[in-house]
């Protein structure tokens, strides 16, 4: 049963499908995304989701995953991202079964100067496949326009289609469907060049799907989501052909601790260092079928294990001390007298704030990239029906402080302006403290 006031959570989706794109997690948040595969194309990287709206008794099922048309998004820092627009929609590829709502979770790779998107659905022709099966658009260009084929990949059953060129030049797909199939692709990344095969290694109790398979320093590493106990964890699993055998070695990431079903993901290298693409309901936290995607740093130890991921609101990237800091993606929280909390609960598009409850209160936000050039002044959106006074240093709560702003007493958010008071140069943590007893909201910063 849906949450009664999700309709109205959703109602202002249209309205911001034009707002930017933050860098921290979730690093889209003008929309719902979830499934996302990343991938680098000519030094930017682009990351293509599944795209999640709301069900309702016109469109899709009621109460389950709703899917019509998928976008792309792209950036050069992994902080200021650009959404292109939608590249495949549903009712636009001719083998799909008009209104079936089940555009899952997509691949794209790139060969002999054509990018080739793969995507799962359910076809008209119930005498190709009576579930679902992967078809391919093509486009000259990593953001499209994309031209879907005309029938989908013939011997190929199941959703969460992957795709692996190896060192040889040789590509394999990788689905699933209750197991995790793979089988060699044709040149021309059309047609299955062999039989599948089910990559049998892996743990028979509980869901498998979603595969995403590459190559490191000569080990391929076959990570899925798994649900061992209640929800989905990712996982992994090593070998030293595409095909496998695999040996099951470890877990990426814990199952949610609040409860959201669903993970996928992918990985990839970027300016040397390493990244996981996974999904989260943050943006929906009373439906689960609503997802967003995140974005954590991942690090592989000296034996190739991969180190597990602790999931983060502060995501990666740096924010230029210019824009908008958020701070309610924090790097660290206080233990007490601090929460963060929806802007409008009835809106979730709109964001988060920070609460500070009273002096014992403070945020730490890492990664703010100040310059050289000096700031005069600081900018923060804040409301405190009393009045408060805020400290803002940084490099910790005992570094030097850059600015103490007061805040007039009021019960609607105002933009109060304080001057700077010491300048350090370069990238540091910012840390905003309660220095009153009174409550004071804040909804971002901004140096000038």
Excluded at 201 to 217: A, H, N, S
Excluded at 254 to 267: F, L, R, V, Y
Aim: proline residues 8%; aromatic residues 12%; positive net charge.
């Amino acid at each position: 049963m849906l949450p009664s006031k999700l309709p109205q959570i959703l109602s202002g989706l249209v309205l911001l499908l034009g707002g930017a794109a933050q860098a921290q997690n979730p690093f889209i948040t003008n929309q719902f995304t979830a499934d996302p595969t990343a991938r680098v194309f000519n030094g930017r990287v682009y990351v293509y989701p599944s795209h999640d709206i709301l069900a309702t008794p016109e469109r899709g099922k009621v109460g389950w995953f709703c899917m019509e048309d998928y976008h792309v998004f792209s950036s050069a820092n992994l902080t200021d991202w650009t959404d292109h627009g939608v590249i495949v929609t549903q009712n636009q590829v001719p083998w799909v079964k008009p209104d079936s709502y089940s555009m899952w979770a997509p691949d794209c790779i790139a060969r002999n100067g054509k990018y080739y998107f793969y995507f799962p659905t359910t076809p008209r022709d119930t005498t190709i496949n009576k579930g679902f099966t992967v078809g391919v658009a093509v486009a000259d260009k990593p953001a499209g326009p994309f031209v879907p084929q005309p029938q989908p990949i013939k011997g190929v059953r199941g959703i969460d289609p992957n795709v692996l060129i190896d060192k040889d030049g040789q590509a394999y797909l990788y689905w699933s469907q209750g197991n995790i199939y793979a089988a060699k692709l044709k040149p021309n990344m059309l047609e299955l060049a062999s039989e599948p095969v089910t990559l049998g290694e892996l743990p028979t109790k509980g869901l498998k799907e979603g595969p995403f398979v590459f190559e490191r320093q000569g080990i391929y590493y076959l990570t899925y989501p798994h649900v061992e106990n209640k929800t989905e964890r990712l996982e992994y699993a090593t070998s030293t052909s595409p095909l496998g055998p695999f040996t099951v070695k470890g877990v990426i990431m814990d199952e949610s601790p609040t409860g959201c079903w669903t993970n996928h993901h992918s990985m990839l290298p970027f300016n040397n260092q390493w990244y996981l693409f996974y999904h989260h309901n943050d943006l929906s936290p009373a439906f689960d079928k609503s997802r967003s995607v995140r974005l954590d740093s991942l690090f592989f130890e000296p034996d190739g294990a991969i180190r597990k991921v602790v999931p983060t609101l502060r995501g990666v990237g740096l924010t230029d001390a210019r824009q908008k800091i958020q701070l309610d993606r924090y790097s660290r929280l206080s233990s007490r007298g601090a929460a963060i909390a929806f802007l409008d609960p009835a809106n979730p598009f709109q964001g988060w704030k920070t609460v500070l409850a009273d002096n014992q209160g403070w945020v730490q936000y890492n990664g703010v990239a100040f310059g050289k050039q000096a700031p005069k002044t600081v900018m923060l959106r804040v409301q405190a029906a009393t009045g408060a006074t805020v400290q803002l240093r940084t490099d910790g709560a005992t570094g030097p402080l850059l600015a103490q702003v007061t805040v007039p007493k009021g019960s609607q958010w105002q933009e109060v302006k304080a001057p700077v008071a010491a300048f350090k140069p370069g990238t540091h943590a910012l840390v905003v403290s309660a220095k009153t007893s009174t409550p004071v909201e804040i909804d971002w910063v901004k140096f000038e």
